[in-house]
C-alpha cells in the first residue's frame, strides 16, 4: 500500500513567486492537512480538506491556500514568497476526521532565496 | 490557546539507558495525546496514541503515560539504541477540535 507522497521533495524560488506543492494521500484516504515546519516556530498546522471542502483552517496569512480535487490530491499554494516561508511543508491524510489517523508523508523543503 | 512544552529539548546518552522525555500542555480539555517520531528532514512516524480515558500505552520498548489532570504526559524509552535517535513530538488537540498543538520536540542522540 503506497503511503503519502508529496512532490516536489526540494524546490527553491525566489521572493515574491508563488509555489504549489502537491500531496497524494494514501488510497481510500479523503482528509488531507498541510502542516509548517520551521526552526523558528516548530511544526504548525495550515489547513485541512475533506471531500474537496477545506474543513480547518489554522492561523496563517491569506497568501497561504489550498484545495482538493475529487481523487482526494491535494494541493497547496503559497504566494508572494517571503523569506520566512522559507520551511518543511509536510501533508498528512486520514480516512476520518481523527489527526489520531494520520500519516504523514515526506514533505518538501522550499527554500526562498 | 492550547500551549505544548517538552523538556528536555535535547539529549545525548549512550546506547543502553532508559530515557524520559516530557510533555505538559495547558488545554487539559483533550481527546487524546499522541507521541511521533521525525527523522531528520523526514515526515512524523506515529509511535502511540493515549486517548483521554486512559493512563497508558505500550508498544515494544517504548511507554507513554498520560496525566490530564496535571497535564502531563511522559514518553519512556527502554534500553535505548542508536537507531532511536531521532526527535519526538508531542501533540494534543486544540480548544476542543481535533486540530493538533505540537510541541517543538526532543532531539534525542543515541550514542554507541
Known amino acids: 500500500k503506497a503511503g503519502v507522497t508529496q512532490t516536489p521533495r526540494y524546490l527553491i524560488k525566489t521572493r515574491g513567486q508563488q509555489v504549489t506543492l502537491s500531496c497524494s494521500p494514501i488510497?481510500?484516504?479523503?482528509?488531507v492537512s498541510w502542516y509548517q515546519q520551521t526552526p523558528g516556530q516548530g511544526l504548525q498546522f495550515l489547513f485541512e480538506?475533506?471531500?474537496?471542502?477545506?474543513?480547518n483552517k489554522g492561523n496563517f496569512p491569506g497568501r497561504f491556500s489550498g484545495r482538493q480535487f475529487s481523487n482526494s490530491r491535494s494541493e497547496m499554494n503559497v504566494s508572494t514568497l517571503e523569506l520566512g516561508d522559507s520551511a518543511l511543508y509536510l501533508c498528512?491524510?486520514?480516512?476520518?476526521?481523527?489527526?489520531?489517523?494520520?500519516?504523514f508523508g515526506q514533505g518538501t523543503r522550499l527554500t526562498v532565496v | 490557546k492550547q500551549e505544548v512544552t517538552q523538556i528536555p529539548a535535547a539529549l545525548s546518552v549512550p546506547e543502553g539507558e532508559n530515557l524520559v522525555l516530557n510533555c505538559s500542555f495547558t488545554?487539559?480539555?483533550?481527546?487524546?495525546l499522541q507521541w511521533f517520531r521525525q527523522d531528520p528532514g523526514k515526515g512524523l512516524t506515529s509511535l502511540l496514541l493515549?486517548?483521554?480515558?486512559?493512563r497508558e500505552q505500550t508498544s515494544g520498548r517504548l511507554n507513554a503515560s498520560l496525566d490530564k489532570s496535571s497535564g502531563r504526559s511522559t514518553l519512556y524509552i527502554a534500553a535505548s539504541q542508536p537507531g532511536d535517535s531521532a526527535t519526538y513530538l508531542c501533540?494534543?488537540?486544540?480548544?476542543?477540535?481535533?486540530?493538533?498543538?505540537f510541541g517543538r520536540g526532543t532531539s534525542l542522540i543515541v550514542h554507541p
Open positions: 493515549i486517548q483521554s480515558s486512559q
Open positions: 480538506y475533506f471531500s474537496e471542502t477545506q474543513r
Open positions: 488510497s481510500g484516504h479523503r482528509s
Open positions: 498528512a491524510s486520514s480516512l476520518g476526521s481523527s489527526f489520531a489517523e494520520a500519516f
Open positions: 501533540a494534543v488537540p486544540s480548544g476542543g477540535s481535533y486540530i493538533p498543538t
Open positions: 488545554d487539559s480539555a483533550i481527546y487524546n
